[in-house]
């Protein structure tokens, strides 16, 4: 069965940073693009950064382009979201999704892990 264990959360400090991991099994990994996904206290689950199966395209929300970066280990099944220059408004459990290029909005994602806490104040 489809299997995503996302780790590395934390609290920081704004301006500093964290990164991500997701540790994916049960599915042909390098066949999928994979997505972080976050969700803020009271907020919905929001869209935040897209790996291509390939590795050679990426995509971000406007809120995280230029200070998160998302790659990808096929060897490993291993997907990352390095988060730097971190804000309070990036408080939230984030999560991650394998899926088709091109789908953001989490109601196109049926399997989810337990997410990972990402807590930024001083």
């Known amino acids: 069965q489809v299997q995503l264990v996302e780790s590395g959360g934390g609290l920081v400090q704004p301006g500093g940073s964290l990164r991500l991991s997701c540790a994916a099994s049960g599915f042909t990994f390098d066949d999928s693009a994979m997505t972080w996904f976050r969700q803020a206290p009271g907020k919905e689950r929001e869209f935040v950064a897209q790996?291509?199966?390939?590795?050679?395209?990426?995509y971000y929300a406007d809120s995280v382009k230029g200070r998160f970066t998302i790659s990808r280990d096929n060897a490993k099944n291993m997907v990352y979201l390095q988060m730097n220059s971190l804000k309070p408004e990036d408080t939230a459990v984030y999560y991650c999704a394998a899926g088709d290029w091109g789908r953001r909005s989490p109601n196109a994602y049926g399997y989810w892990g337990q997410g990972t806490q990402v807590t930024v104040s001083s």
């Open positions: 790996i291509h199966w390939s590795g050679g395209s990426t």
